[in-house]
């Protein structure tokens, strides 16, 4: 019988407990001292105390999860998003104490952990990527003439970086060099490698990406694309599926792109192929491979009807059989749109904004969903991301979707503290969302008058 520890917090805990009892497997909270009464540790068949609340302490604590594994008797472990799901160092940490490491592996995790060597294995698959360099010398001239080549405006990128962390743009030669040497040195400090690369910045381009799922050397399907365009400070807030204003041709050419490199790697399990979208010329460009389970996950789920958390599973715990899905198995219909809810101000640059919630009502409504990793009484802290809960609606259409995503957000009530639920509603309602003349710096822009 197979034990699984859910090594997260929050609505994605919840969210793997949930599949867990699906597939018939007990599940294993963790939680630190400031998480004991959040509803995750409720859900679970047991729950471990990890420590105090900083996450190096708890939740990033290494030892402490596979401690807290053996306790229990687990024999699988989920990472879930955040934390420890892509830090390859846990997978093979899991593999030496007898675990299944429920995502792929750690070889995987790691090459597409270097953006670098990710964008190699693009190129090596076939997928378009953006014109670039290699990973930068020391030697100015050469950085300088490889800026040249690439053009202005370009972006300047930690190998080790991402969600728009080391990354800077930089509009003129003049800049080049000052920006190289800053994003080398924050690289160097917070992610222990200041390797850099060239990109080339496209201006008004659009974040869509394909989920993937792989089955080793067994090959890998595709469960269609999402459009997750609308964000702030380069993470996202209104996430959908399908992308809106895709052609055929591009859908096919996106979808097939992303296959071909999960299967040129043998990659096994959940992950999500990004890309960059220039409506103008229609074309994409590789951004990253995320190896986990998104956040955005369940716009997915609700166009193609597959349980993705329970799929996880169901292949961690028989990797040999044969694929449990095909390419000709998996349909996509109507439109789902996903808002993620924040306790954070948008009046003050979506500052996080935590606080005890005094009060908290998500009424049932037709094609409504609610993720939710807190319930009234419970307190959002300081030590970890302000995240919520997600509201996913499911419509004929993408219009019916967004009525049903801006009504669910209306008729839900949160008190005790700031959010960010007008703020989305404002967005979801604005023209050029309405219309899907919108791209990753709409948020930056006012809306038209």
Known sequence: MHRLLVANRGEI??????????????????????????PHVAMAD???????????????DVDRLLAAAAETGCTMVHPGYGFLSENAGFARACAAAGLIFVGPVADHIELMGDKQNARDAAIAAGVPVLPGTGRLGEDEGEILAAGGRIGYPLLVKAVAGGGGHGMQRVETEAKLLATVARTRDFAARVFGDG????????????????????FGAQGAVHLFERDCSLQRRHQKVIEEAPAPGL???????????AVSLARSINYSGAGTIEYLYDPETEGFYFLEMNT???????????????DLVAAQLRLAMAPETP?????????????AMEARVYAENPDKRFLPSPGRIEGLHLPEMPGVRYEAGYVA?????????????????????REEARTRLIAALGAMTIAGLTTNVN???????????????????????????
Do not use: W
């Open 13 to 38: 805990a919840c969210r793997i407990i949930r599949a867990a009892h699906a597939v018939g497997i007990p599940a294993v909270a963790v939680h630190s001292e400031a998480d004991a009464d959040l």
């Open 46 to 60: 047991q729950a471990i105390c990890l420590g105090p609340a900083p996450a190096r302490q708890s939740y990033l």
């Open 195 to 214: 390797g850099l690369y060239l990109e080339r910045c496209l201006t008004r381009a659009r974040h869509v990406e394909v989920q993937v799922f792989g």
């Open 247 to 257: 052609s055929a041709k591009v859908r096919a050419a996106m979808t097939e792109a």
């Open 292 to 306: 986990r389970i998104q956040v955005e996950h369940p716009v997915t789920e609700e166009i193609t009807g597959v």
């Open 323 to 335: 694929p449990m899905l095909t390419q000709d198995d998996i349909r996509s219909t109507g439109a």
């Open 377 to 397: 009484g419970n307190e959002v802290t300081v030590h970890y991301d302000p995240l919520m809960l997600k509201i996913i609606a499911k419509g004929s259409d």
């Open 423 to 449: 703020f989305l509603v404002s967005l979801l309602e604005r023209a050029d969302v309405v219309a899907c003349d919108f791209d990753t710096g709409t948020i930056e822009r006012p809306a038209a008058a």
